[in-house]
């Protein structure tokens, strides 16, 4: 694809902070299960880019690519497994606002 | 050898689930086979008794990039005890022959986890397998649904999401500062004087305190631990929380950290007040796994204030205190999945008089309790005493005297649960009480026996490890 | 402004939208429309595998996981929009604010330390590097899949009556 592709770090390290904030803020603000779970899947992405970003700037693609590779087939797998969590979670109490997960407190 | 400790496990996984459904119960002991096995072979090489270096054709054929150590030797025999122990006592603990089965299958899963962990060369293999590991534990604790797991597992989920992102952006630094993520090539990193290695190292740390429950990443551990049934807290207590956080810290500062002084000064403070709040939360609880969970934080504080004493002991005593605790949580959790089966609740204010009633437990656990605690001549003892000496010898009186002032707390608290559940008159409706099937007491005796047997041989145990080096 | 700026702004745009709006269904949406723009950036910055396992994998089966958990989990009447959209507002407005504003102060951090970057070694094919070096993680991969079978066995089935 020829376009121009900035060579600053500090362009990418912007942008994923930048992400990481709005996953970060969504998980935190949020009384829904599921709208955690997005959140989460926020902050994964922007690593993700930030792997992909940091085998670009130091010409070592080919590794960074394998690793954002297994990542994202581990992200998938979380994902499914939280989504299963969620669906418990709901069968059992029979709502998805995160205030009822106060019953273990002690 | 070294990928076979990962390719078995992974064929008797296999082979559990392509038999006929009627064989099926048989797993469980399929899975306790392959932990024993392991625990076995393992120990032989270093005691002279066998030599598995005829197995090098296979492991240069199949070519993962994996080491075998000493360090390795230490979790994989710890994860093989654990095993075994959660394994023996899954068939008291889960009613359902479904659950049964999908537990010795998880516990497979893990048990790979956990020897890829000991063995790998790059942080981020390392990853990987915490993941892995992490991934197992995760539906171990939602095996039988109750309310409880779910809310329990959530937060494991969470807090692990959040250990990810954190281990993940360090290893993104490391690849742009240092070109890879191998376990050399972070140490040439940071013997340069670089703020942003570091910086990635702090990002990779703060991600394996959260997997190891340090404070203030803690609050998942106590909700996770009670969540789970009683056969995955004795695995999670026993084995999995540690290797995931703390084994990978003591593997980091070995190998990567040296006496690198930004290193020991954020074990000694994280350990610090890991131990403080640990010890001082597990006062005040009234359910028993939940006071066993706040213990197991305080003493995961002590492993890493060990790995701020003087290098090469306080990596010694962090090994061995590993070991310990290991051993002795995973009995304690076996002594409470005991008087669950036997009671029904695990409340300790509505407990009272046991001793009478399940003396073995009894028993078990006060041995386990003191040796956590401390007491001499038991295996804890020694781990202690070696931590507050690595402590002392690197000049940090302070850490080593909160270190000695908190196992005062660690021997109170410990005492409050044996009295609370053990001592006194008999409660009522526990007249009928009786003591635990023999598959519930045969974990908790053999690793006493083990603690006891540590505990009286320490100084040939200690003179062969500092001997044939670790 | 390059057009590699114009997509990571677009990125953000779109996980911002994916935060804040207040329909799970049209969060999910937000996400794959992420997933791909990222899938779009992984691939201009070389990344030309993982941006197509990104595209697939994050942008159509992780929405058809979340699709189907919100069918599976619906429980809200559509009334309460209204009054729902008003108390989330009331937590997510600071976040565009605090977003253009850490952007903007990053802007200026043109930091005299600069990154030191290695010299570049031979690079390899990512194929390469996946079968020949780095299969620990291929073997981590397979593990993981297999534990995620047995996850949807133990979370997804539904106990049955007569046992099993």
């Not at chain 1, 606002?97 to 106060?102: D, L, Y």
């Not at chain 2, 949580?329 to 009478?356: P, Y």
């Amino acid at each position: 694809m020829a376009i121009d592709i900035p060579q600053s770090f500090w362009l990418y390290f912007t942008f994923f902070i930048l992400l990481l904030v709005d996953g970060i803020w969504c998980m935190l603000a949020t009384y829904n299960l599921l709208r955690i779970l997005i959140g989460l899947e926020i902050m994964m992405k922007s690593v993700t880019f930030f792997l992909v970003v940091a085998g670009y700037l130091s010409h070592r693609m080919p590794l960074a690519q394998a690793m954002v590779i297994t990542v994202i087939v581990i992200e998938v797998v979380i994902v499914v497994i939280a989504a299963g969590v969620v669906l418990g979670f709901f069968r059992a109490h029979d709502s998805l606002n995160v205030r009822n997960t106060r019953g273990l407190k002690g | 050898m070294s990928h076979l400790l990962l390719l078995v496990p992974l064929a008797a996984l296999v082979l559990a689930n392509v038999v006929p459904r009627s064989w099926r119960p048989s797993a469980t002991w399929v899975a306790f086979f392959v932990c024993a096995l392991q625990t076995v072979v393992v120990v032989l090489p270093p005691l002279g008794l066998a030599d598995w270096s005829f197995l090098q054709p296979l492991d240069k054929a199949i070519g993962f990039d994996i080491a075998l150590d000493g360090l390795s030797l230490l979790l994989l025999v710890s994860a093989g005890l654990a095993g075994m122990a959660a394994l023996m006592a899954s068939n008291p603990g889960l009613k359902a022959p479904r659950e049964r089965f999908l537990f010795a299958n998880l516990v497979l899963v893990a048990l790979i986890g956990i020897n890829g962990m000991a063995m790998v060369k790059d942080l981020f293999s390392l990853y990987v397998f915490i993941e892995v590991t992490a991934v197992a534990t995760f539906i171990l604790v939602t095996i039988r649904h109750g309310t409880a797991a779910f809310e329990g597992a959530w937060k494991y989920v969470i807090m692990s999401a959040v250990a990810t992102v954190l281990m993940l952006s360090g290893v993104a630094f490391f690849i742009l500062i240092a070109g890879g993520a191998s376990l050399e090539a972070v140490k040439t990193a940071l013997a340069a004087p670089d703020p942003f290695a570091w910086a990635a190292a702090a990002l990779f740390l703060c991600g394996l305190f959260v997997k190891g429950g340090l404070v203030p990443f803690h609050g998942w551990l106590a909700d996770a631990y009670m969540a789970a049934p009683a056969p995955a807290s004795i695995f999670m207590a026993g084995i999995v929380t540690k290797a995931s956080g703390v084994f990978a810290l003591i593997r980091l500062s070995s190998a990567v950290f040296g006496d690198a002084l930004p290193a020991r000064w954020i074990f000694l403070v994280v350990g610090a007040v890991t131990l403080v709040i640990g010890a001082f939360l597990s006062l005040g609880q009234s359910d028993m796994k939940r006071m066993l969970a706040y213990s197991s934080v305080s003493q995961i504080g002590y492993i890493v204030l060990a790995l701020g004493g003087s290098p090469q002991l306080g990596v010694v005593a962090a090994a061995l205190h590993f070991f310990n605790h290991a051993v002795s949580k995973a009995q304690l959790f076996a002594n409470a999945e005991a008087i669950e089966v036997s009671l029904g609740t695990l409340s300790m204010d509505s407990m009272g008089g046991l001793g009478s009633r399940m003396p073995v437990t009894a028993g078990t656990s006060a041995v386990a309790s003191l040796s956590i605690a401390g007491l001499p001549p038991l295996a804890g003892f020694w781990s202690k005493l070696l931590i507050v000496i690595s402590l002392w010898q690197a000049g940090q009186y302070g850490f080593a005297v909160i270190a000695i002032l908190t196992s005062l707390v660690t021997l109170a608290y410990f005492l409050s649960l044996q009295r609370r559940v053990f001592f006194g008159k008999t409660a009522p409706q526990w007249e009928g009480a009786r003591e635990a099937r023999g598959a519930l007491l045969a974990p908790a005796l053999g690793l006493a026996v083990i603690t006891v047997a540590l505990g009286l041989g320490f100084p040939f145990f200690l003179s062969m490890i500092l001997g044939g080096g670790q | 402004m390059t057009l590699m700026t114009i997509l990571l702004i677009l990125l953000v745009l779109a996980s911002l939208w994916a935060s804040m709006t207040t329909l799970l269904l049209r969060a999910t949406i937000a996400l794959a429309l992420a997933s791909a723009i990222l899938a779009v950036v992984m691939y201009s910055l070389g990344a030309t595998i993982a941006a197509v396992l990104e595209l697939s994998v994050c942008a159509g089966l992780i929405s058809v996981v979340f699709v189907s958990v919100i069918s599976l989990t619906q429980r809200k009447p559509f009334k309460d929009y209204v009054a729902r959209r008003m108390s989330r507002m009331s937590r997510f407005w600071p976040l565009p604010v605090v977003l253009l504003g850490a952007g903007v102060a990053l802007s200026f951090v043109h930091a005299p330390v600069q990154v030191a970057l290695p010299l570049p070694s031979a690079a390899g094919d990512v194929r390469l590097v996946m079968w020949n070096i780095r299969q620990l993680d291929l073997f981590g991969q397979i593990l993981i899949l297999l534990t995620g079978v047995i996850g949807v066995l133990v979370l997804f089935k539904r106990e049955d009556k007569d046992g099993d």
